[in-house]
């Protein structure tokens, strides 16, 4: 099985300022086809996961800028450029190259 | 618009079964890869079982050989049916259109 490990596992960010995330994969997540299926998902208090970024770097519909992805390989990264107060929850990467489909353990991003 | 409704969750007894039910509108299950995750409470996310478009199921160690995943194209519905349940399966299970929509859960609890 792959292990998704996040780091940290809580972030307590003063609004206004940045945060960063990272994901390692115990092993790659680039497919012959050329898409690496690494994913990042908010969960906010009380509702289900909510799709962020698909394939590293690729904002879904709807989702603020602030939000980033980067890496490669086996080495993932999200950014909020400016964290705002709607962003508290708890993040997840998530990959599925590979079944069965495994996640990172979350990481709590609160609000100072 | 995209929309998964789950239900079917409850209170079950060590051994018992039931049926989760996941219905969908905005889309067509059967032209998708539809999966079941479940989260514990207080804990994270676990994939349960997935069927693709075409139809091939596949299931966490877990709980093979105890759930079984299907749709029915004709009420555009997929399912999750659970036997010989087990203190350990309880959690909200939710339905999710990989890898960019998710239902809003249904909580199983095991417990006699």
């Known amino acids: 099985d792959i292990v998704m490990t996040q780091t940290p596992l809580s972030l307590s960010v003063t609004p206004g300022q940045p945060a960063s995330i990272s994901c390692k994969s115990s092993q790659s997540l680039l497919r012959s086809d050329g898409k690496t299926y690494l994913y990042w998902y908010l969960q906010k208090p009380g509702q289900p996961p909510q799709l962020l970024i698909y394939?590293?770097?690729n904002r879904f519909s709807g989702v603020p800028d602030r939000f980033s992805g980067s890496g490669s390989g086996t080495d993932f990264t999200l950014k909020i450029s400016r964290v705002e107060t709607e962003d508290v929850g708890v993040y997840y990467c998530?990959?599925?190259?590979?079944?069965?489909?495994?996640f990172g353990q979350g990481t709590k991003v609160e609000i100072e | 618009e995209v929309q998964l409704v789950a239900s079917g969750g409850g209170l079950i007894q060590p051994g018992g079964s039931l049926r989760l039910s996941c219905a969908a509108s905005g889309f067509t299950v059967s032209n998708n890869y539809m999966k079941w995750v479940r989260q514990a409470p207080g804990k994270g996310l676990e994939w349960v079982s997935l069927i693709y478009s075409g139809g091939g199921t596949y299931y966490a160690d877990s709980v093979k050989g105890r759930f079984t995943i299907s749709r029915d194209n004709s009420k555009n519905t997929l399912y999750l049916q659970m036997n010989s349940l087990r203190a350990e399966d309880t959690a909200v299970y939710y339905c999710?259109?990989?890898?960019?929509?998710w239902g809003q859960g249904t909580l199983v609890t095991v417990s006699s």
């Open positions: 394939e590293i770097s």
């Open positions: 999710s259109r990989s890898p960019d929509r």
């Open positions: 998530m990959q599925s190259i590979q079944l069965p489909l495994t």
